[in-house]
């Protein structure tokens, strides 16, 4: 029964948490307007599924098979920056590293608390599916259909969203910035995984696999046609006009793919289970103190408190605030990590040896995402927000300083790049270098100052990354 007890307390504190937060509404609201977009009507420009480059006809079972695909895949990490930034980010680690407790049950409490906060999102989206339903679906409309294929591929989906959020929580190296980009890692790989996993090598065809196929999206749609498929596209296909029909309900019930869809959920489980088993207990950090300091508070004599004269402090006019100390002072924080700032060194060096598009252009914005993400969310606590309101400078102050910073950051990083530019001729370049000069710095101050974390800009510089990468001509 105390096992019940300590699961059912752990799952229902961190519910609540996510109920009582503001962000679960505005993320709420939300998504009915994604889904507007994510069901566009047969005379839009985009479809978000093809199957051999054309569209299906709109279906109920189709509608949700489309909405959850599109959540299993590409909203998975705006699932996993809600749960890293959201209202459970902080935890009284203080008291639970030392309290006598099961940490599985209660990292698995955890779990189904930020499970079932995704699902109720899901929720909200199969509302909104459904009444799209309505005005779009041609043909029938059956509710049952559409939330049936909506949920299978999303739910376990979200699940393991939420279980590999844990997993990196659960040790002290994965808990900043490593984190985030292991996960980052890790949904490229699995998507990746359940496309390449789909095709045949002899024939050159896809083929359904649902146990390979982690967030359950190619599965379903090669189980929906009788002939053979060659290519799938999710989220940005060009709507060609043409649209064939496709049984989406025999794909989504497939036994297999729903012994599948079980089995991951059961997968997600497991995890956060393990990140119990393995869990480390928060580690602060430590002051530095320098050698000379501790000899001189050592050597010095000590004298008692009676033979100290008191000496009245003198009072001290109020001055302007000097915003140029403060520019300095922001990029000497952001440089302060030895580690980062030989990473900026070397990519600025490349920026002036190698080409910029395909080698140098990538490896700056990679390195530059994570010391300017760090910045933007150091000062951005509502109990340091209101300690700094005293200090001189405003909210909109600081933010603009703190821009001035990290664009001076990145402009140095790069200036070794403009002078191969400008000696090369490569004009081109120039709005790749002033979107990473200006643009980048401006999305990431201010990811961090609607969000107060660092998560939510990185997640997203990242995937801008991951594109720009990609779109690169070698």
């Known amino acids: 029964m105390s096992a019940l007890l300590q699961l059912h307390s752990s799952l229902w504190i961190d519910l609540k948490r996510y109920l009582r937060s503001p962000g679960l509404l505005l993320v709420a609201l939300a998504v009915p307007v994604a889904a507007h977009y994510m ?32 959540a299993a895949t590409l909203l998975t990490p705006l699932a996993y920056i809600f749960l890293r930034a959201g209202p459970t980010r902080h935890q009284p680690w203080q008291i639970s590293d030392v309290a006598p407790h099961s940490r599985v049950l209660s990292i698995l409490g955890r779990w189904a608390a930020d499970t079932a906060a995704l699902w109720m999102l899901l929720m909200v989206l199969t509302l909104a599916g459904l009444v799209l339903g309505v005005f779009r679906i041609e043909g029938k409309n059956n509710f049952f259909q559409t939330i049936i294929g909506l949920w299978l591929p999303a739910a376990p989906a979200l699940a393991l969203v939420a279980a590999i959020r844990l997993f990196l929580d659960a040790r002290n190296i994965t808990r900043r910035w490593l984190g985030d980009l ?4 890790a949904w490229i790989f699995l998507t990746v995984m359940g496309i390449l ?70 997968i997600s489980a497991g995890l956060a ?44 006019a109020a001055g302007s605030t000097n915003y140029l100390a403060v520019i300095i002072s922001e990029i000497r924080i952001i440089l302060k990590s030895k580690a980062w700032l030989i990473c900026l060194a070397v990519v600025a060096i490349m920026g002036a040896l190698f080409s910029f598009r395909t080698i140098a252009g990538p490896a700056i914005l990679l390195i530059l995402i994570f010391p300017l993400t760090e910045a933007s969310s150091r000062w951005q606590a509502k109990s340091t927000r209101n300690l700094l309101d005293t200090l001189g400078t405003g909210k909109i102050q600081r933010t603009v300083l703190l821009f001035i910073a990290s664009l001076s950051v990145a402009a140095l990083v790069l200036l070794p790049a403009c002078f191969r530019m400008i000696i090369t001729g490569e004009w081109q370049w120039v709005a790749h270098i002033g979107a990473m000069i200006f643009l980048a710095p401006a999305l990431i101050i201010a990811a961090g100052y609607f969000t107060r974390s660092a998560v939510t800009g990185r997640m997203i510089m990242l995937i801008i990354w991951y594109i720009y990468l990609s779109s690169a001509t070698f």
Not at 182 to 185: L, Q, R
Not at 286 to 299: A, E
């Open 39 to 70: 069901v566009p009507d047969q005379d839009a420009s985009y479809a978000v599924m093809t199957v051999n480059g054309v569209k299906p006809v709109l279906t109920a079972p189709v509608l949700g098979l489309e909405l959850g695909v599109l």
């Open 182 to 185: 292991t996960f980052f890692i």
């Open 197 to 266: 996993s789909a095709e045949d090598p002899e024939t050159k065809l896809m083929v359904s696999r649902p146990f390979t196929d982690v967030f359950g999206f190619i599965s379903p749609i090669i189980g929906s046609v009788n002939y053979p498929v060659t290519n799938i596209t999710i989220g940005g296909a060009t709507n060609m006009g043409n649209s064939i029909s496709v049984d989406a309900w025999q794909g989504i019930t497939d036994a297999t793919y729903v012994q599948a869809r079980l089995f991951w959920l059961a």
């Open 273 to 316: 289970m393990l990140a119990g088993f393995i869990w480390e207990p928060m580690k602060t950090r430590q002051p530095k103190f320098k050698k000379s300091n501790l000899q001189d508070v050592t050597v010095a004599p000590r004298a008692s408190i009676s033979d100290i004269a008191f000496k009245a402090p003198a009072a001290v």
